[in-house]
């Protein structure tokens, strides 16, 4: 007989436990006395990470939290930029960084930034440097922050790098929101369009047919098409709203899940007329950006690529952007790599030619961002204005033809009288 094998069940990963906040107060190494925060899982783990920062606790209670505190708001990008902006100033003023990090987290609005502020200062206390503390909270701080801020570290500049991912953050986050302007606005207003013509179509015309029926003439061809129409709506609008519900929420959950799904709706979005040049524009622009801010931290090309590829907001820049470092990566030069992608314009190549020559390839690169941010603005302003009277006309068509139809009966039995 073969021998059996025996089956043995991996013990359970212990659970992590949630973290709370302290209030602290005692006496340091000089037997002066301090206060503040602390963030552990208990009382006696914050009294010992208190100890092992020369800390003697008197007194560690609990921060109480609220009963009805209505949930804590989500972190934001802006909330980060803004914390990496306030701890560059604090740092380029002398300030120690674990002091800088105590002066921000209670200075800022947002208890759940605070939480985090406090969660990194008390790693740092433990012994962690900054970036290392950060890669704690990947939600928040992602590659590209941390591999910045670890750069900024070894070669003692790190205030100056805060400072440089401050700017990078608001200069992308205000692409993206132009970005999103330019794609919300017409989408909205033309579900607002839709619902107002459903309103008229289910609660509106079916009056006007209880007076058609009481005339008892013969009504016009459109006039009956728009209340066939009606009817339809009238008799199956719950099909049809839960059909589009049903639309939207598979396609998000179906968009999340598939990375196929989200290269193909990539793609299809760059070739929509106006819509396409914003989104192409913005993606060399992101590109610009990032890669100047991380080559001018000193993070070689090589790697530089590898971070940038991701903070392009495009499939087809990202698979265009890991090309070129393989190609950079085997001796070629980025300007060459760039060119081979037949995906930016003849600017970008020649201003990168320019940088790679001159060796100040960051400063073109922040200029090619600057001219592609700037017409990024030019076209989102010129979508907007001239989305508005076409959005006009489409709906006044619209409601306009509703009102036809409408009169139209009225106005044949009055000509025939």
Not at 6 to 18: D, F, G, H, L, V
Not at 46 to 62: E, F
Not at 110 to 120: A, V, Y
Not at 384 to 406: D, F, N, Q, R, T
């Amino acid at each position: 007989m073969a021998p059996t094998k025996s089956k043995n069940k991996s013990p359970p990963k212990p659970k992590t436990a949630k973290l709370a906040t302290f209030k602290w107060e005692g006496t340091d190494r000089t037997g002066k006395k301090a206060s503040g925060e602390t963030r552990a899982a208990s009382v006696n783990a914050a009294k010992s990470a208190l100890r092992s920062q020369g800390i003697k606790p008197t007194k560690v209670r609990k921060e109480a939290t609220p009963l009805f505190s209505g949930g804590k708001k989500a972190i934001t990008t802006s909330d980060i930029s803004v914390f990496s902006r306030q701890l560059a100033t604090m740092m380029q003023s002398g300030v120690a960084i674990v002091q800088a990090l105590d002066i921000v987290g209670k200075g800022h609005t947002n208890p759940s930034m605070q939480d985090l502020i406090i969660d990194i200062k008390t790693e740092i206390e433990g012994g962690l440097s900054l970036s290392n503390a950060l890669r704690k909270h990947p939600l928040q701080f992602d590659d590209l922050f941390c591999n910045l801020v670890d750069a900024g570290e070894e070669a003692g500049v790190l205030s100056e790098l805060l400072e440089k991912i401050a700017a990078y953050k608001e200069k992308t986050e205000a692409i993206k929101a132009k970005v999103k302007s330019a794609l919300t606005y017409p989408i909205s207003v033309m579900v607002v369009a839709v619902v107002v013509m459903s309103v008229l179509m289910i609660f509106v015309i079916p009056t006007f047919k209880e007076i058609f029926d009481g005339f008892g003439a013969e009504l016009p061809a459109f006039t009956l098409f728009l209340i066939g129409i009606s009817e339809f709506m009238q008799a199956n609008w719950w099909i049809m709203l839960g059909g589009v519900m049903t639309f939207f929420y598979s396609f998000s959950y179906i968009y999340k899940r598939s990375a196929k799904l989200r290269e193909a709706m990539d793609r299809i979005m760059l070739k929509i007329p106006v819509i396409g040049v914003i989104l192409e524009k913005s993606a060399i622009a992101r590109f610009a950006r990032t890669l100047s801010t991380i080559f001018a931290a000193g993070v070689p090309l090589v790697d530089a690529l590898q971070s940038v590829a991701g903070a392009t907001g495009n499939i087809v820049y990202t698979d265009a952007v890991m090309r070129m470092r393989s190609m950079v990566a085997e001796g070629q030069s980025l300007q060459l790599a760039i060119k081979e992608q037949n995906l930016f314009p003849h600017l970008v190549i020649q201003m990168v030619s320019i940088g790679e020559e001159a060796g100040s390839l960051e400063k073109m690169l922040s200029k090619v961002a600057d001219f592609f941010e700037a017409e990024v603005d030019n076209l989102v302003d010129a979508l907007s204005s001239l989305m508005e009277p076409v959005i006009m006309v489409v709906i006044g068509g619209m409601v306009g033809a509703m009102i036809v139809g409408m009169y139209l009966p009225i106005f044949s039995m009055a000509a025939t009288i």
